[in-house]
Each structure stands twice: as structure tokens, then as C-alpha cells.
DNA sequence: CTGTTAGCGCTTTCAT
DNA sequence: ATGAAAGCGCTAACAG
């Protein structure tokens, strides 16, 4: 069933049947109604694919993250796909598992499919965009990263400033008289944001007098594992360290679980804080200190920024947004 | 950059580089080599929209979720995502909030879009799908619902016995020597998969011998504010409840910080369950007992169940997930 | 106000 | 092995 199945039963040409499947004027009421009655009676639809052939667009979005099971990551393609929802635009959801090969093969089907606009989620495509087929496919079309900044021209970005974000986390462990030099910090990712992160740690640890701060950076694996293994190594330092800034909250919370199992009470005896301001951070206990990256208003400026770049409207190109410390029960 | 500017730089038709850019035989390794030249020189990527529009399919499958935050549904999509990534399909995520406008909106989106396969998750859908508007956008298409039975011909489901499930988690309770008649069920929610929950609930317990079993059914809203709201209803009861089963994990957690805060132990004064067995019952603590409802298996029969119904051949049209129980601290 | 016609970019017979 | 031409279903001038 086509407009040609509708325009014949209807005794009216395809043009018109156009004109009332899209609502335009200059069709009389008469008309219009014997078109709906047909259109109603086989609840027709017309088809989107021969449409975006001709419109140049099936508006679509595509957003590239490394799993969507990760709660920062599903908040973040949650608020794009409603927010593009809203403009009638649907969302293409692509899970990369940072692959550099599974990158490459959405890059190519996006390219393909002539989406609108492409948000990438997380900065390991700082990376991975190095790549040159993944940024041929990627050229031109109009590409914001949340979290992250690429090298491909006229590429936004909304960036938060993880540097910032982790010396807040240093200097409230301070504020709240923990040993300065004996704040640790414990990494278990190794993308941009992740090295911003241990260098805002390292940064802030020096500026308030603690020499070789870089030592005091411990290095696990991502997770609840990660967090628990790396307790091991953190408390052969002597003295016991004050307080574990983690950079991630999965992680902070593997940290709090390996400590309570050696009976080391936190925050009493050893503060914890961890990254996101996941749901996660309120699972546990002690509910866990965590610098909240905004992972709502980064998607929020991510759409207003790809729908400007759309729309050829450049307000800006780029954003930064500062994290903030919310404090719980670990620290 | 179309096929024709293509044709054009190569002097060959565009019928030549249509074979080419397809791997069909029938044309000379030197004519091959003289277009793909070409197609190298521009990074020349063929129009899929173009290409829908003749296989009528841009081989695309839309996944309808209440809300792809909850990560239940997030293991979901990933789970589908992947699997169709790998056969070559994108993936439309679809947020419908469970409001009957919002599936209606997308259910339209989706009929237009001329998709291949739609997957609906989780028994929200049971009662969306009694709309006539949504039913009618939907039928024809080839549609799995994951957890739930939709009354739209030809669609097919991936069940999950939870009806069993709680049952599971009762049983447990008993066995462990928890007072029978002390057991409660806190429900949270009100799709066709929680009310399966409580009846399993209820049937379990009349089954051992306790009467009213329904009137031990206690309600909240879901999340940690409804769990936690729940306990003081709860402990009204008197004598004071053995066991709380949960619809939810985090209602169950819920509950469990409702608990701690009035200085009750889990478990060694009340027992506490959960259910889908979710990253967040390892969060806790203790860690929340929880029924595994098999997310990843169910979504990979909705795969399996969607790629046979898309390619016609009907293997089975319905299958039943039998949950297990995972048991943790707390209980 | 309505119809005719020319594409949109590609695949696919059917000739040659 | 290659090319010409029809058509996928729709929109958008352009006529009338």
C-alpha cells in the first residue's frame, strides 16, 4: 500500500494525497476529507525511507558509548534520546566496547546511513577517533562528544573539567583533616578523562605541599574487583593512608567492600570517595562521597549543541562544565 | 558524491559500480580496480537510504523500553544491541516513560521507519499494547516482547516465569527457618510481571499452610525512597515480620537501609529479597539475596526468537525462562 | 485547488 | 562483461 494505492481509491492525484499526509494548505476540506477516509480506512502509513530519499534525512541521531550498561553512560543516551524524542528524531544506539574494529563498523554504517548528527559518549574516543577511517567516516557529519574532544574538524564538544572534579574531591579530604600526605589516589580507567582525573589528584596534592604526588596514584582494574584487589597494595603503605580517591564509584565501592572485610571502618579510619554520583553512591554503606559530573546537563548541552550544529546555527562549540563535590557518609 | 559522479570520474555506468561496491562477479579486475580507485579517492560511502528505499529495509531493529536507566533494561538493549550489531542491523532505543502517548508516538515512528524487527521489554508493554492505535502501528512487524505477552497477532514472547521466581524466593525463606506466616511480600509495581510476582507470592505461602497470604502483601513505589517509606508500615505488623520478599532489588535495598536506620538486623532479624539479581544487589550490604530472572539469556532469545520470525522461519513462537535464586547475606 | 512531472540514489532486470 | 532503463515511494516545483 502507497500515496499511488491511496491517490487512485481516493480519485485524486499522489500530489494531493502528499499535501494531506502533510498537513499543507490549499487543499479543500472536501477533498482533504475523502483522502483521510481512505487513508484512515487502510491506516496507511507512508514510508519513511522513500521520504528521507527525498528529504536527505531520516532524522536520525547515533549515539556511539562503550556500554550502555554503565549507569553514567544509559543516563547519558537516556537524556539524548528523549531530548531528540522530543524534536521527532529517533536515536541509534551503538555499544563499541572500545573496540577499535567495532568503532570502525558503526563509523562506516553511520556514515551510511546518513544519520544527522552523532553524539560520541566518553572519551575514549579521544582515541579512538585518532584512527584515520574512523574519522573519514565521521568527517562532516555533525559530531558533539560528551566528555571528550576529538580531532575531527568542526567537531563540539561538552567537556567536563576532570581535572577540577578530582582536586575537589583532594582538598575536601583535606578540609576534613585527613593527613595530606596521605591521600591516595586509586585509577582504574586509562582514557582522558581518567589521566585528567589523576592529574587534578596529583595537581591539587602538590600545590598544598606533598612532594611526589604522583607515587601516591594506584592503579586496579575497573569494578568492584578492582576496587577490592587494590586494597592489598594500598595498605602495605606506611603510614596507613588517610583517605582513597577513587575515579570511578564502582571501583570506590569494591575499595569500601575490601576494607570492611579487613575491618578497617570507613570513613573512621580510612575516608573514601568515589566518581560519577551514580546511583550506585547510594547503594552502598557508607553512602560514598562523590564528585558529581553532571551527566545530565553534559547530555542537555550535548543536544543543544549537535541541534544547533544541525540547524547551522553556531551559538558555541564548546562547553565546559564543572563538577561538584557531593559528600556522603565515606568521607 | 553519488553512484553517478562515481560512473562518471571511472567512465563505466553506474550499473558497473553498483556491482562493484556490492562484490558481485561479472565485472574484470580491471575495470574493478579502475572504480574502486575511484571510490578510494573520494572515501566514497553508498547512500543506505537510497538502498532501503529498493530492499525496503535499512535493516534496523527498534527496542521499546520504559526507560533504558534501569539497568534490568539496559543489560537488555546491550544484550540486543550487540547481538544485531553483529548480524548487521543498527538499533533504534525507544524511552516510551511507560506513558501510553509516548508508545503511541514511537509505535507510529517505527511503523513509518518500515523496521525489520521490534523487540518490546518488559511487561509494561502488555497493557500498552491493548491500545488500538498502538496495536495497529505495530501489527504486521515482526515483534518479540521480552517478559511479556502483547495481544497482537504474530508476536512472539520470550516469558519469564515469575510467577516461580517469587515463589523461589519464599520457599528459600522457609527453608531457612524463617516463621512461615511472618513472611510479607512488598510489591512496587503494577505491570503484568509484578502481579505474576505476588500471586507467586501468595500461592507459595497457601501452599504451606498459611491463610490471607494476600493480606500479607504490603504496597510502595519503587526505588530506595519507596522501600525505605515501606518498612514502617511494615513493622506494624505484630508479631514482627521474618521475611521481606521484594518485587525489585532496589526496593529491596531499600528496605534494607529503612531497616538499618531503626537498628534492625539484616539478616539475622529480618531476611530481605530481591529480584532480577541486578549489580546493585552486590552494592549492599549485606549483599541482597535476589531472583535471577536471566536478563541476558531472555534478551538472547529475543534475538534468536526476532531473527527467525524476520527470516520466516518459525522455529518456536514462545518460550518460558525458569528464574533462579541467588542467595547472598541478606538472608 | 489539483495534477503532471522530474528527481532523490540506488538495485536490478534485460539487452547487447 | 557492461550498459540502458525501469522503478522503489515520496516530495516539490511547475502548470493549469
Known amino acids: ?69 554503565v549507569p553514567h553512560y544509559s543516563r547519558t543516551a537516556f537524556t539524548i534520546e528523549r531530548e531528540f524524542s522530543k524534536r521527532s528524531y529517533n536515536v541509534i544506539v551503538c555499544n563499541t566496547g572500545g573496540e577499535l574494529e567495532e568503532t570502525r563498523r558503526y563509523a562506516r554504517a553511520i556514515a551510511h546511513r546518513q544519520v544527522d548528527g552523532v ?5 575514549v574516543f579521544n582515541d579512538l577517533c585518532g584512527d584515520t577511517e574512523v574519522s573519514a567516516a565521521l568527517r562532516g ?26 582536586e575537589l574531591a583532594v582538598k575536601h579530604m583535606a578540609a576534613r583533616g585527613r593527613q595530606r600526605d596521605g591521600i591516595v589516589y586509586l585509577k582504574d580507567l586509562n582514557t582522558g578523562s581518567a589521566k585528567m582525573k589523576w592529574n587534578g589528584f596529583a595537581g591539587a596534592l602538590e600545590r598544598m605541599g606533598v612532594d611526589n604526588a604522583k607515587d601516591r596514584v594506584f592503579s586496579t582494574s575497573y569494578g568492584l574487583e578492582g576496587g577490592a584487589a587494590a586494597v592489598n597494595e594500598i ?5 596507613r593512608p588517610s583517605a582513597i580517591v577513587c575515579g570511578e564509584d564502582l571501583t570506590a565501592i569494591g575499595v569500601m567492600k575490601g576494607l570492611a572485610a579487613r575491618g578497617i571502618r570507613v570513613p573512621d579510619d580510612i575516608a573514601v570517595s568515589g566518581y560519577n554520583n551514580s546511583e550506585y553512591s547510594l547503594l552502598c554503606s557508607p553512602e560514598l562521597t562523590s564528585v558529581d559530573n553532571k551527566g545530565e546537563m553534559c547530555a542537555l548541552l550535548c543536544v543543544q549543541l549537535l541541534e544547533s ?14 563538577p561538584e563535590l557531593v559528600v556522603r557518609g565515606s568521607s
Open 1 to 69: 500500500m502507497n500515496i499511488y494505492d491511496i491517490a487512485e481509491e481516493a480519485k485524486v492525484s499522489i500530489s494531493t494525497v502528499s499535501r494531506v499526509l502533510n498537513n499543507k494548505d490549499r487543499v479543500t476540506d472536501e477533498t482533504r476529507g475523502k483522502i483521510q477516509a481512505v487513508l484512515d480506512k487502510y491506516n496507511y502509513t507512508p514510508n519513511a525511507i522513500a521520504r528521507g530519499l527525498v528529504a536527505k534525512t531520516m532524522k536520525t541521531i547515533a549515539i556511539l558509548s562503550v556500554d550502555i550498561r
Open 119 to 123: 553524539v560520541l559518549v566518553g572519551s
Open 141 to 166: 557529519l555533525p559530531l558533539v562528544t560528551a566528555n571528550g574532544q576529538v580531532d575531527i574538524p568542526n567537531a563540539y564538544s561538552v567537556l567536563i573539567d576532570d581535572y577540577a572534579g578530582a
Open 235 to 239: 595498605l602495605r603503605l606506611n603510614p
Open 309 to 322: 550544529r544541525i540547524n547551522g546555527s553556531n551559538a558555541f562549540s564548546s562547553v565546559t562544565i564543572k
